[in-house]
């Protein structure tokens, strides 16, 4: 940027030069020349300001994309904890509950009453099947015996029946006692489950909007530099002030201030 700035001061000088010695022809021509070379200049120091405000946004903007990426990364790892957790506790449930389902049925057969009570007519049947076999009537005898004998077949069916029936209410009470200790389960984790979703929509609406912060806070710093900037090139390559500038001495591949009153001379 020095560079231009001695060569604008070189070309203001001699402009000067060539209007005090009447050659107005000359001092239009390097007029022209410096106005276009300082449009340039400009145009150029305000493209390198950009491009390297628009290089720190991108940079930000990539940085934001990293941090966002890791906190879904974390929080999906999290998710995957807890549903793994979730579904291990059910599947435990769900084991201890056939575990405890299978003694539950053993316990209330081996409560079962383990003597038959008959009915009266059936008693009343057998005292009269004894009674006809002492008198010697076996005939007879028999014949109630028979009779008795499918009474008892058809009270034995009926009790039967009537255990089968206590053993599946009682299941069924198992069952159903179950069944809503397994689904509060469900809830529970299922409250969880919303919960973490909720921690980490939250998270997530906070590390948006503290992005948005930072890049807001970026691009009014960046406006402001840009004005700065705007100012400082109009004044640094402003004919009434510029000045040539001394670069340091013996760097390589820059212009000194010899070379440039050699130019100047060679110009005259």
Same mark, same amino acid.
């Given at each position: ?52 405000? +628009? ?21 999906? #790892? ?24 299978? #003694? ?16 009266? +007519? ?65 809830? #529970? ?22 992005? #948005? ?56």
């Amino acid at each position: 940027h020095y560079v231009v700035v001695t060569f604008l001061s070189i070309l203001n000088d001699y402009r000067k030069r060539r209007e005090a010695a009447g050659d107005y022809v000359t001092a239009a021509a390097v007029k022209e020349v410096y106005a276009a070379m300082q449009i340039q200049e400009e145009a150029r120091l305000h493209e390198a300001v950009a491009a390297r405000q +628009e290089a720190e946004r991108s940079g930000v903007e990539e940085a934001h994309m990293m941090e966002a990426m890791e906190f879904n990364t974390a929080w999906s #790892r999290n998710m995957e904890d807890f549903e793994r957790q979730a579904l291990d506790i059910e599947e435990q449930t769900r084991q201890r509950h056939a575990i405890e389902f299978s #003694r539950f049925q053993e316990e209330i057969r081996l409560k079962a009453p383990m003597r038959q009570k008959w009915s009266r +007519e059936l008693l009343n049947l057998r005292k009269v099947q004894e009674t006809l076999a002492k008198q010697g009537k076996y005939a007879e005898a028999q014949a109630t015996k028979l009779k008795a004998d499918q009474l008892e077949q058809w009270e034995k069916a009926k009790i039967e029946n009537e255990l089968q029936v206590v053993y599946a209410t009682k299941e069924l009470q198992m069952k159903r006692a179950q069944a809503r200790e397994l689904e509060a389960l469900q809830k #529970r984790i299922q409250r969880g489950r919303d919960e973490h979703k909720e921690h980490w929509l939250n998270g997530a609406q906070r590390l948006m909007q503290s992005h #948005r912060n930072m890049l807001s806070d970026l691009k009014t710093k960046q406006s402001i530099e840009s004005g700065k900037v705007s100012q400082q090139v109009k004044a640094e390559l402003s004919p009434a002030v510029v000045k040539p500038h001394r670069p340091p001495s013996k760097v390589p591949g820059k212009l000194n201030t010899r070379d440039a009153s050699s130019m100047s001379y060679k110009a005259h």
